[in-house]
């Protein structure tokens, strides 16, 4: 018999997984007419038609009677509208309607990007073990292969799609301009205090030896092709290939990540090279971005998580955090 897992009931029904397991034991009791399901010694709802009516009419008493003290109506700070476009504001206030998410990605502006780069160079300085640093190795221990892709070519432009601080292409871009061969640095990001950051970091690192282009970009849903149409027409074309760097990190920021990989395919040209890293997670691995600076004994948003809610006014003492790992799609999960 097919089943609901709690965290799919309470998503569907924008409710807590709590509120579930008290309808599972209300059932048991013999308190509510729901069908359950026994899977690997739990209950579970059980996904019948005669169920469905129960869940909806549960949903809606608790509706009804829901305490007005439970409610909190707040206002955003000035602030908020200074930093977003119109558009991005939008994009929050429908995400927040439709799926009660925040869009992680603008958390990376204004004092969110700062966090960001504190953040990166923190775990990079010490050694731990983090997507950036294996990001990093990885690109070193694959050199030799990428070289051998890139030996036809006398140049080569790099796209670093959510460029970060940039601080995971920097030994790949040193590499290409020991071998003579980079030609163009790319960076998108939908943040500009972010690519603010990494220009610097850019300029820093190899004074004048690389330009960088930095360019504000919706990558799920913004194409790049336009960037590289002028070399794509040269009549020289096929001496110049784009390496596209797409990392971990970005992708996990996206509700539906197979957007960005759709607009990032669409933008490439034929014999373009995406370099795209990311990891396998389990439930008894740490949330990376979980880490040493939380309270001990509370659990807290995470700082580079909260700007949108400080913009937002959304106080502490609103809510609580939950922390946890959804196994049907293999991801931890930070809401509250």
């Not at 301009?177 to 980079?182: E, T």
Request: hydrophobic share 35%; with cysteine; charged share 25%.
């Amino acid at each position: 018999m097919k089943y609901y897992k709690n965290v799919e009931l309470a998503e569907k029904y924008h409710i807590s997984e709590a509120t579930v397991r008290k309808w599972v034991k209300a059932t048991q009791d013999g308190k509510l007419p729901l069908e359950l399901h026994r899977e690997g010694g739990r209950l579970y709802v059980a996904r019948t038609p005669g169920n469905m009516p129960v869940v909806e009419k549960l949903i809606q008493t608790n509706r009804k009677y829901r305490n007005s003290l439970t409610a909190k109506q707040v206002s955003p700070r000035p602030r908020f509208y200074e930093l977003f476009t119109q558009g991005q504001i939008y994009d929050i206030c429908r995400s927040l309607e439709m799926h009660h998410e925040i869009p992680r990605q603008y958390n990376y502006f204004d004092g969110g990007a700062e966090e960001w780069d504190r953040y990166i160079n923190r775990v990079a300085r010490g050694g731990v073990t983090h997507t950036v640093n294996r990001t990093i190795g990885l690109l070193a221990d694959n050199q030799g292969y990428i070289n051998r892709r890139l030996d036809k070519y006398k140049q080569v432009n790099v796209v670093d799609v959510g460029v970060g601080n940039a601080l995971p292409a920097r030994d790949f871009l040193q590499q290409l301009l020991d071998r003579g061969v980079l030609a163009r640095y790319i960076a998108l990001d939908i943040s500009p205090e972010m690519l603010r950051i990494a220009e610097n970091n850019i300029k820093d690192w190899f004074g004048g030896q690389v330009h960088f282009e930095g360019y504000e970009l919706d990558i799920t849903y913004e194409r790049f092709s336009n960037l590289l149409a002028e070399d794509y027409l040269r009549q020289d074309a096929t001496d110049v290939v784009n390496v596209v760097l797409f990392f971990g990190g970005t992708e996990g920021n996206l509700r539906v990540p197979d957007d960005a990989f759709k607009t990032i395919h669409d933008s490439m040209n034929p014999g373009d090279i995406l370099i795209y890293t990311n990891k396998l997670i389990s439930k008894k691995m740490r949330p990376e971005w979980f880490d040493t600076d939380a309270i001990p004994g509370q659990l807290a948003l995470h700082p580079m998580h909260r700007l949108v809610f400080d913009l937002l006014n959304i106080d502490d003492s609103f809510y609580d955090v939950e922390l946890g790992f959804d196994e049907q799609s293999g991801q931890h999960y930070e809401r509250v």
